[in-house]
């Protein structure tokens, strides 16, 4: 039980928790912005849980611009996949996502928001084009609006740097 209620994460002061908090009211906001200006639908709710990714543990690899584009975009692509060669049933619901979890494994571009990106794609019944907007466009303006957040004191390194491998 000890185990259980251990709290792994590191502790974070008041300070960067409120900065946590505030890149994703600004990011979340932003990308609603652009998608009202554009007419075009830019986020989803994966979005949400991204962002929380990307402002809370940002040095996590799970929150790094190839993992949040490349996991996002893969798995909607699987969404896509599922809806138009399946019915939407429980068992097509769970193969979605499962496909998605391995692939993203597999390819080494795992981030756990991208693992609802099916559910959403086959609950609306969603086609190819919504690998553009909201998924591609979306996801990449998040990681954009994280790289420029970060550089605001006190600062942290988002990207993290790339290394071997």
Same mark, same amino acid.
């Given at each position: 039980?000890?185990?259980?209620?251990?709290?792994?994460?590191?502790?974070?002061? *008041?300070?960067?928790? @409120?900065?946590?908090?505030?890149? %994703?009211?600004?990011?979340?906001?932003? @990308?609603?912005?652009?998608?009202?200006?554009?007419?075009?639908?830019? *986020?989803? =709710?994966?979005?949400?849980?991204?962002?929380?990714?990307?402002?809370?543990?940002?040095?996590?690899?799970?929150?790094? /611009?190839?993992? @949040?584009?490349?996991?996002?975009?893969?798995?909607?692509?699987? %969404?896509?996949?599922?809806?138009?060669?399946? /019915?939407?049933?429980?068992?097509?619901?769970?193969?979605?996502?499962?496909?998605?979890?391995?692939?993203?494994?597999?390819?080494?571009?795992?981030? /756990? #928001? =991208?693992? =609802?990106? #099916?559910?959403?794609?086959? =609950?609306?019944?969603? %086609?190819?084009?919504?690998?553009?907007?909201?998924? *591609?466009?979306?996801?990449?303006?998040?990681?954009?609006?994280?790289?420029?957040?970060?550089?605001? #004191?006190?600062?942290?390194?988002? #990207?993290?740097?790339?290394? %071997?491998?």
């Amino acid at each position: 039980m000890k185990a259980f209620i251990h709290r792994h994460q590191p502790a974070i002061s *008041l300070q960067g928790a @409120v900065k946590a908090g505030l890149g %994703g009211v600004l990011a979340i906001a932003f @990308v609603a912005l652009l998608g009202e200006a554009s007419g075009s639908v830019w *986020l989803m =709710a994966p979005f949400g849980a991204t962002c929380v990714l990307l402002f809370s543990v940002p040095a996590s690899p799970l929150s790094q /611009p190839m993992n @949040v584009v490349g996991g996002h975009v893969f798995s909607t692509l699987v %969404g896509v996949a599922a809806v138009t060669l399946l /019915p939407v049933e429980w068992w097509s619901l769970g193969l979605a996502v499962g496909i998605a979890i391995a692939g993203m494994a597999a390819l080494r571009i795992t981030h /756990p #928001p =991208a693992g =609802a990106d #099916p559910l959403v794609v086959m =609950a609306m019944g969603a %086609g190819l084009d919504f690998v553009i907007f909201p998924t *591609l466009l979306g996801s990449l303006a998040l990681v954009l609006i994280a790289s420029v957040f970060h550089r605001i #004191p006190p600062r942290t390194t988002y #990207p993290l740097e790339l290394k %071997g491998g």
